[in-house]
């Protein structure tokens, strides 16, 4: 067993999320530590003593031997905060989930991702637009996430696979727990050219208050979200929300305003949400080409030593190439080699003559606004 099973073993223990994961990590340094620590020592921490008397009730009964086994027998992936395939997306909002359990494969190409979502009582026109809207993400590489609910989602990843395209099924239960039943072939099928993501341990079954969390993981891994259809009370709405205060694009459908389905995608376009009038205009407001224009060149051309150091000098800062010689001590020509492929990969910019700056990962990426 390795430092994640502790990060399971919190997660076994209701009341622990990200707050308080946070937490015990600044105060013990690892979760090693803050699981094998004493009550006192917990308090110190900052749980609130009821919290530390379940939390040792859990301590108490979970077998860290039978949860790792459970693991490695069903496949199921462990990632944390602190691991670097943590989907670069989510490890961006706030707060995200300290544990993810997947099954099947995560890619950097779902670094390029856009949610679809919307109501389980999908209509015609929401069945066609779904489909079309999954097929042209599929055919521009981008990955698409849902819920693996009934309807829009369920049709999501059926068109994404049909045109072979990568699909992320993000569950309101543990990995192992498909809900609904009727979508354990689909699921199957998304563990062949994708994965099924959740936060919620294995065996945990689909509780009605596990899925608006569930919603927010959906948004967060996505670049923008699309909802096709949704009537007033609709899940797709919080995970409109959520979308919106993580800073990414939200687009609604627009439908008929008599339509029971259309009601809140019609309310989401009255309150700021762009309204998708074609498919292709989710690709154009991501600059989806840019984003994987630059995931292929980095992917060809790995970097090194001297780029690392270079990127280090420059930080925070905007340099010439004459100041970063100087910081550097190397030669003219071998920065402005090296600074000319670094752009090219999208790690550095040129702002005009021979001032550079970094270029953040994450500005790689539309983060709304």
Known sequence: MDARIYWVAFNHVKGIGAVRMRALLDYFGDLERAWKASPDALRAAGLPPRLVEVFVQTRKTLSLEKVAETLTQKSIQVMTWEDDDYPFLLKNIDQPPPVLYVRGRLSSADQVAVAVVGTRQVSAYGRKVTEQLAVTLAHHGVTVVSGLARGVDALAHEATLNAGGRTLAVLGSGVDVIYPAEHRRLAERILQQGALISDYPPGTPPEANNFPPRNRIISGLAMATVVVEAGEKSGALITATFAAEQGREVFAVPGNINSPSSKGTNHLIANGARPLLQVEEVLDALDVAQVQHQQMVRSLLPGNELE????????????????????????????????????????????????????REDSGFYAGG
Do not use: P, W, Y
Request: aromatic share 4%.
């Open 308 to 359: 690392a150091t270079l990127l280090s000098i420059i930080g925070d800062q905007v340099l010439s190439v004459d100041e970063i010689c100087f910081l550097s001590g190397l030669g003219a020509e071998k920065v402005v080699a090296n600074l000319a492929m670094m752009e090219l990969k999208g790690l550095v910019r040129n702002l005009g003559g021979t001032n550079f700056t970094v270029l």
